[in-house]
């Protein structure tokens, strides 16, 4: 129940505005300023405003856990995993001074984990039993045309050698023709050339193997610079091994260098909180998107390789039995494309992305058949091509398959912006988006939760990109799934644009993190800086009263077409209960959430008995938040299960 103000403290507060209130006869502006303030502070506090609007908080981290965060995971232990890396910092990143911190929202207290590589920019979503995978991160940052020192590129390495392959390590010199050379950033391993028979008696035909590594030119400046294609050879390779190991390089240039991928692949254990390693994938991913699938494994796609382009299409699938890779079917999308499980081995992709790659290339929203590879696209958005940054969510309960779009950017640093919405009924024998109502603002990084009384929580976001000129957006609303509108809420305190994620907690709040702004002024001349606040939301059904109390009666294990019993005080009091997936964002992009509905039977001894749907598709395995709701939308305490395979 929320709790009431003391009556000093009322006595205070009143005094306080009754103080404002006279000053404010003297109508100076700041005085007018200022009263306008403290009035704001006292009425946000009264019940009956926390009753409609619902509360904001902020949570307080010490200095020493404090962190860029660019990843929030609920984990099933309650707490949140937040992941930085190198959280968008050379200097830390050059340092190798990756972070990651657990957070327990229940007690307030903290954690540093120590963290393995820099995981900034992966991805992540919840394994069968409840462990995080995570996969891709950095293994170099952007640097800007201008600030480029260093020619650099593509190398292609080759072998043509049928008896062994070879690994070069990070450091290995290339020299051209001419004698300019160049380094390798990363270590690269080149398979043995293959084999052909020509015939039952003719010779063996020997094609060379390739591998490709980015380069630097050894020395800064021009010298480095070359469009021709040129064989180079390898420093310290000599003797035949020299005829059959070389480097092939078309365009090495002082341009803009994209940011690189890493192969890298982690699962974090929420009860021993470490990271261990698992067998790296077979491409390098910066800004890949996981999604979980009905029979735990895990689908990676896109990102920025180990040259900073797109990966062409090559997808492929953890299985977390053998913590291996295998190829997934090929298909090419944009940076942290927002996929949602509908089907067994179907996807949605509703077009919200990150960026990167041609306008025109893997934009359009459509329904992927991973077993025959076959995209079927989805018609009828408005502002097609305002997608970048915007939000999209799986409305509640996933059983009606629609997933709403919301707000979003135009390609790269456009200053375009849409307040539009739009919903894909998915179970439509043609699905198609009908136009939704629209936001208060033009939007793009808007945070969406799905909250336990079927509505959807919205907030932050910017009109430009990277919030460019102050442009943040100080608002959140709640959309009605009923009623199909949205209502004002509270509004944060803490603007919040790229690099924000947020999460329903386990109690009913939402907790919102993270932000980048590109500036810290209107006038764009101050560098921003990152936001390592906390903002929590306690929505308005945490203020109306006594909340139904839950807990479990017997095992929090089951399969899917099981039944959970759970215990409450007055089962006539509940009207519906949910089945929510923790959440695991960022960039505006959750993996994981959505809430199902649960058949309910009532008994005599004043149990719930609850069963879980039988649809791998509607639950992939994993952990999970049972939560009750009364009739007035006033949600329980969450409980725990374990939906396994």
């Given at each position: 129940m929320a709790q009431r103000p003391s009556r000093l403290t009322t006595r205070k507060t009143l005094l306080g505005v009754a103080a404002v209130v006279a000053l404010a006869t003297l109508?100076?502006?700041?005085?007018?300023?200022?009263?306008?303030h403290a009035y704001h502070r006292y009425e946000i506090n009264q019940p009956e405003y926390k009753a409609k609007y619902g509360h904001w908080t902020l949570a307080s981290l010490p200095e020493k856990y404090q962190l860029n965060s660019i990843h929030a995971i609920l984990l099933h232990t309650g707490k949140v995993l937040l992941i930085a890396g190198s959280g968008n910092n050379v200097k830390q990143f050059n340092g190798s001074a990756f972070k990651s911190t657990l957070w327990d929202?229940?007690?307030?207290?903290?954690?540093?984990?120590?963290?393995?590589a820099d995981l900034f920019c992966g991805g992540h979503a919840q394994l069968p039993d409840g462990k995080i995978l995570v996969a891709g991160g950095t293994a170099r940052y952007e640097v800007l045309k201008g600030d480029v020192k260093r020619a650099g590129g593509t190398m292609l390495v080759k072998n043509e050698d049928p008896d062994g392959a070879r690994t070069f390590p990070k450091g290995t010199v290339f020299r051209s023709p001419s004698g300019v050379e160049y380094r390798s950033q990363f270590s690269v391993r080149v398979p043995a050339a293959k084999k052909t028979p020509t015939g039952r008696i003719g010779p063996v035909k020997v094609t060379a193997s390739e591998a490709r590594v980015f380069v630097e030119a050894v020395e800064e400046g021009p010298l480095g610079i070359t469009n021709t294609t040129e064989q180079y050879a390898i420093v310290g390779v000599k003797g035949k091994d020299a005829d059959n190991l070389y480097g092939i390089a078309n365009k090495l240039g002082l341009d803009k260098k994209d940011s690189q991928g890493i192969k890298d692949a982690y699962e974090f254990d929420p009860v021993t909180e470490k990271y261990t390693k698992v067998s790296s994938m077979s491409e390098a991913r910066w800004r890949p998107t996981l999604t979980p699938l009905s029979d735990g494994r895990v689908l990676a796609v896109s990102g920025l390789d180990d040259i900073g382009q797109i990966v062409p299409g090559k997808n492929e699938i953890y299985d977390p039995?053998?913590?291996?890779?295998?190829?997934?079917?090929?298909?090419?999308?944009?940076?942290?494309?927002?996929?949602?499980?509908?089907?067994?081995?179907?996807?949605?992709?509703?077009?919200?992305?990150?960026?990167y790659g041609p306008a025109d290339q893997g934009r359009k929203p459509g329904l992927w058949n991973l077993k025959t590879n076959t995209f079927t696209p989805v018609p009828g958005l408005k502002d097609p091509d305002i997608l970048e940054t915007s939000s999209s969510v799986l409305l509640p309960p996933a059983q009606d398959k629609k997933v709403m779009v919301l707000g979003g950017g135009g390609v790269g640093e456009s200053r375009a912006a849409t307040s539009r919405t739009a919903i894909a009924d998915l179970d439509a024998e043609h699905p198609a988006f009908t136009t939704g109502p629209r936001l208060p603002e033009n939007t793009r990084y808007l945070n969406s939760v799905i909250l336990p009384d079927d509505t959807v929580f919205t907030t932050g976001g910017s009109h430009d990109y990277r919030g460019k000129g102050s442009s943040d957006i100080l608002k959140a609303q709640i959309y009605d799934t009923a009623k199909n509108t949205f209502a004002p809420a509270a509004d944060p305190r803490v603007g919040r644009n790229h690099h924000t994620e947020a999460l329903l907690l386990p109690d009913g709040r939402v907790a919102v993190f993270g932000s980048d702004p590109l500036f810290a002024d209107k006038a764009n001349s101050r560098p921003g800086r990152p936001e390592q606040r906390v903002e929590v939301f306690s929505p308005p059904y945490l203020h109306r009263g006594d909340r139904p109390d839950l807990t479990p009666s017997g095992r929090t294990e089951v399969e899917r077409g099981g039944e959970v019993v759970l215990r409450t005080s007055d089962p006539t009091r509940i009207s519906h209960v949910r089945l929510i997936r923790p959440g695991s964002a960022t960039h505006v992009t959750d993996f994981d959430q959505r809430s199902v509905a649960l058949d309910i039977t009532r008994r005599a001894d004043g149990t719930l008995t609850v069963r879980v749907p039988e649809d791998a598709s509607l639950v992939p395995p994993g952990w999970y938040m049972v939560v009750a709701v009364d009739e007035h939308g006033v949600p329980s305490p969450a409980v725990w299960v374990h939906v396994f395979l």
């Open positions: 109508n100076t502006p700041a005085v007018m300023g200022f009263a306008q929202p229940a007690t307030y207290t903290f954690k540093k984990i120590d963290t393995p039995r053998t913590q291996t890779w295998s190829p997934a079917p090929t298909r090419y999308f944009p940076t942290y494309p927002s996929f949602f499980l509908t089907g067994i081995r179907k996807i949605f992709y509703s077009g919200s992305n990150a960026g």
